[in-house]
């Protein structure tokens, strides 16, 4: 009875200091429903979500690896007393028993083979208690661990992290985000629109559409009544002269009565200028108003001397020779300055298609600036209202805050090795008992003439002392 007393009193202490200690850390989060008031079932919803989340499989494995795994498996000091380092010893030679074990459990097919990773979620899961408080919006969350700095690490870590999900996840899908990036696309394409304008403004050197406009029709219209009159003084004088091209009108002589020599040191390229001022008389190098004032004063002249000279005559036929060259030469310049005149309308023209095609051009940038400034505005205002709405909703919603950090305690929680001995003396008393009551019971050995009496055919004689030899029978 002793002898089992005593070892189960020296087994329980061998098997409490061969176990591994565990320290418990703890951390505490309020949890509060915006202006509720009184407890609902929303709340206790909520509550119960905020107890799955927190002990989520994704969110052990995230705060897994932060932490490492390596962590977990790292290897205690060795220690430098003679009694720890025992235990030390003894304590690595058990797991050394138990992995091999493993290893032949997974080899008979009875177990399966998980990596570290996978055994820390296990363990951190099997270690993890999240409770409510009794009567209060308070949520526990304890995590047990051998080491006790571990072990906070991981609740801090888990709290983060839960922090993180509760947010992203109350605050629905990401239309702000959606909105702010659509109004930074926006705004780019505004701000490209503008420098498109500029560039082609610059590039075509206008400034005004209208007043361009307005300008090349003015000259378009002075250029087309100046063709027209042209046009219409060759078909009186009865037609051109072949399309002759002259750049420098003379004389056919040097008689006083010939016609000067008149140079003209205007560019055919700028006709534009010329007409701009107004003076359509000079254009492609040929001086038309000089031939014309010629002409009109030979015909004048050939009137005044048919008063004099008979129509044969040398001087009529002199002048009608002159009248002659000159009006060939005015035909001539007539059709010149038609031909440059066309090429000027034709110039013209072409600039106002151009001018057309800017002017479109400009609109649909126009176009397209008005209808990016009008989404612009419109994604403005639904950046604005998803705000307010999401502000509105974070006070209708549970809103968690942590209501003490994680602390680890100070000694191990487990296991409890004084209650353990403690327990283990009544047990080894009980034990002893009953081990001695039953060998008691199955022993067959005669002490008494009551012991006798069990047996039949037997008679009871006497007993004597086996310690005296010269003791008297009795």
Same mark, same amino acid.
């Given at each position: 009875?002793?002898?089992?007393?005593?070892?189960?009193?020296?087994?329980?202490?061998?098997?409490?200091?061969? &176990? /591994?200690?565990?320290?418990?850390?703890?951390?505490?989060?309020?949890?509060?429903?915006?202006?509720?008031?009184?407890?609902?079932?929303?709340?206790?919803?909520?509550?119960?979500?905020?107890?799955?989340?927190?002990?989520?499989?994704?969110?052990?494995?995230?705060?897994?690896?932060?932490?490492?795994?390596?962590?977990?498996?790292?290897?205690?000091?060795?220690?430098?007393?003679?009694?720890?380092?025992?235990? $030390?010893?003894?304590?690595?030679?058990?797991?050394?028993?138990? /992995?091999?074990?493993?290893?032949?459990?997974?080899?008979?097919?009875?177990?399966?083979?998980?990596?570290?990773?996978?055994?820390?979620?296990?363990?951190?899961?099997? +270690? &993890?208690?999240?409770?409510?408080?009794?009567?209060?919006?308070?949520?526990?969350?304890?995590?047990?661990?051998?080491?006790?700095?571990?072990?906070?690490?991981?609740?801090?870590?888990?709290?983060?992290? $839960?922090?993180?999900?509760?947010?992203?996840?109350?605050?629905?899908?990401?239309?702000?985000?959606?909105?702010?990036?659509?109004?930074?696309?926006?705004?780019?394409?505004?701000?490209?629109?503008?420098?498109?304008?500029?560039?082609?403004?610059?590039? +075509?050197?206008?400034?005004?559409?209208?007043?361009?406009?307005?300008?090349?029709?003015?000259?378009?219209?002075?250029?087309?009544?100046?063709?027209?009159? $042209?046009?219409?003084?060759?078909?009186?004088?009865?037609?051109?002269?072949?399309?002759?091209?002259?750049?420098?009108?003379?004389?056919?002589?040097?008689?006083?009565?010939?016609?000067?020599?008149?140079?003209?040191?205007?560019?055919?390229?700028?006709?534009?200028?010329?007409?701009?001022?107004?003076?359509?008389?000079?254009?492609?190098?040929?001086?038309?108003?000089?031939?014309?004032?010629?002409?009109?004063?030979?015909?004048?002249?050939?009137?005044?001397?048919?008063?004099?000279?008979?129509?044969? /005559?040398?001087?009529?036929?002199?002048?009608?020779?002159?009248?002659?060259?000159?009006?060939?030469?005015?035909?001539?310049?007539?059709?010149?300055?038609?031909?440059?005149?066309?090429?000027?309308?034709?110039?013209?023209?072409?600039?106002?298609?151009? =001018?057309?095609?800017?002017?479109?051009?400009?609109?649909?940038?126009?176009?397209?600036?008005?209808?990016?400034?009008?989404?612009?505005?419109?994604?403005?205002?639904?950046?604005?209202?998803?705000?307010?709405?999401?502000?509105?909703?974070?006070?209708?919603?549970?809103?968690?805050?942590?209501?003490?950090?994680?602390?680890?305690?100070?000694?191990?929680?487990?296991?409890?090795?004084?209650?353990?001995?403690?327990? +283990?003396?009544?047990?080894? &008393?009980?034990?002893?008992?009953?081990?001695?009551?039953?060998?008691?019971?199955? /022993?067959?050995?005669?002490?008494?003439?009551?012991?006798?009496?069990?047996?039949?055919? =037997?008679?009871?004689?006497?007993?004597?002392?086996?310690?005296?030899?010269?003791?008297?029978?009795?």
């Amino acid at each position: 009875m002793v002898v089992v007393f005593l070892s189960t009193i020296i087994g329980a202490y061998a098997t409490v200091s061969l &176990l /591994s200690e565990k320290y418990e850390a703890r951390t505490t989060l309020l949890v509060k429903l915006g202006q509720a008031v009184g407890r609902n079932p929303v709340f206790e919803r909520e509550i119960d979500s905020i107890i799955k989340m927190l002990g989520s499989r994704i969110l052990t494995e995230e705060v897994i690896d932060k932490i490492g795994v390596e962590r977990f498996f790292a290897e205690s000091e060795k220690p430098k007393t003679l009694f720890k380092l025992i235990k $030390y010893h003894i304590k690595r030679a058990a797991r050394w028993v138990k /992995s091999q074990l493993n290893e032949f459990l997974i080899l008979l097919n009875l177990r399966k083979r998980i990596g570290r990773r996978d055994q820390v979620i296990l363990l951190v899961e099997k +270690s &993890l208690a999240i409770n409510r408080a009794k009567k209060a919006d308070v949520i526990e969350v304890r995590l047990r661990l051998p080491d006790p700095t571990l072990a906070v690490d991981v609740l801090r870590e888990l709290t983060t992290l $839960y922090m993180g999900y509760h947010l992203r996840i109350r605050r629905g899908p990401p239309f702000a985000e959606f909105f702010q990036a659509r109004l930074g696309d926006y705004r780019k394409r505004i701000e490209k629109i503008e420098t498109a304008t500029e560039q082609l403004k610059r590039r +075509s050197n206008l400034n005004s559409v209208a007043d361009r406009r307005k300008l090349l029709l003015e000259r378009l219209n002075a250029t087309e009544q100046t063709l027209q009159r $042209y046009a219409t003084e060759r078909a009186l004088r009865g037609g051109a002269t072949g399309g002759r091209t002259l750049s420098v009108v003379r004389a056919p002589d040097a008689s006083s009565e010939a016609l000067p020599a008149t140079e003209l040191h205007t560019d055919p390229g700028d006709a534009d200028s010329v007409a701009r001022q107004g003076d359509v008389s000079t254009l492609g190098g040929v001086a038309i108003e000089p031939i014309k004032k010629r002409l009109t004063q030979l015909r004048l002249d050939r009137i005044a001397l048919l008063r004099d000279y008979e129509p044969g /005559s040398t001087v009529l036929q002199s002048i009608d020779g002159e009248l002659a060259r000159v009006d060939a030469l005015f035909g001539t310049a007539i059709a010149t300055r038609i031909r440059y005149l066309q090429r000027d309308k034709n110039r013209i023209e072409r600039q106002l298609s151009n =001018l057309n095609t800017i002017e479109k051009e400009l609109l649909n940038l126009k176009l397209e600036k008005t209808v990016a400034e009008t989404n612009f505005k419109l994604y403005a205002k639904r950046s604005e209202e998803t705000r307010i709405t999401t502000q509105l909703d974070l006070k209708r919603i549970a809103n968690v805050a942590v209501m003490s950090p994680p602390q680890a305690s100070i000694t191990p929680v487990s296991p409890k090795k004084l209650l353990i001995v403690g327990v +283990s003396a009544p047990i080894g &008393l009980l034990l002893g008992l009953g081990l001695a009551m039953l060998i008691e019971y199955l /022993s067959d050995v005669v002490r008494s003439g009551r012991d006798l009496a069990d047996f039949e055919g =037997l008679t009871d004689l006497g007993t004597f002392d086996l310690r005296s030899s010269h003791a008297p029978l009795s």
